[in-house]
C-alpha cells in the first residue's frame, strides 16, 4: 500500500515562487509516474505536471515556463516547483502516483491548498 504525503503550500504574492514536495511511503515498485494535479474552487480537477520514474516531464499548456516539476527516486519523493505565479494557480494541489503495470496502483495524496494574492 503506497501513501503520499504533500508539503509546501501555502500564501504568496503574485509573481512570486513556492515549492511542493511530496514524499511517498509503503510498498513502491518502480516504473511508475508521478504528477501534480490541482482543483480550484467550482473547477475539475486537472493536470499540472508529471514525471516517469525515467524522468520524461509533461506540462498542461498553462505551466509550461513556469513550473518545473523533479523526483528523487532513492527518496521516492516528487518535487513541484513553481515561478512566476499568477492569482489562477489559486487551487489545492495533489500529488499522485500511479502504476500501469501489475502491481496497479493510482494513488492521491490529501492535498495542500496554494494561494496566490494579486
Known amino acids: 500500500q503506497v501513501q503520499l504525503v504533500e508539503s509546501g503550500g501555502g500564501l504568496v504574492q503574485a509573481g512570486g515562487s513556492l515549492r511542493l514536495s511530496c514524499a511517498a511511503s509503503g510498498t513502491i515498485f518502480s516504473a511508475n509516474l508521478m504528477g501534480w494535479y490541482r482543483q480550484a474552487p467550482g473547477k475539475q480537477r486537472e493536470l499540472v505536471a508529471t514525471i516517469t520514474s525515467g524522468g520524461s516531464t509533461n506540462y498542461a499548456d498553462s505551466t509550461k515556463g513556469r513550473f518545473t516539476i523533479s523526483r528523487d527516486n532513492a527518496k521516492n519523493t516528487v518535487y513541484l516547483q513553481m515561478n512566476s505565479l499568477k492569482p489562477e494557480d489559486t487551487a489545492v494541489y495533489y500529488c499522485?502516483?500511479?502504476?500501469?503495470?501489475?502491481?496497479?496502483?493510482?494513488?492521491w495524496g490529501q492535498g495542500t491548498q496554494v494561494t496566490v494574492s494579486p
Open positions: 499522485n502516483t500511479r502504476r500501469i503495470v501489475h502491481p496497479k496502483y493510482d494513488v
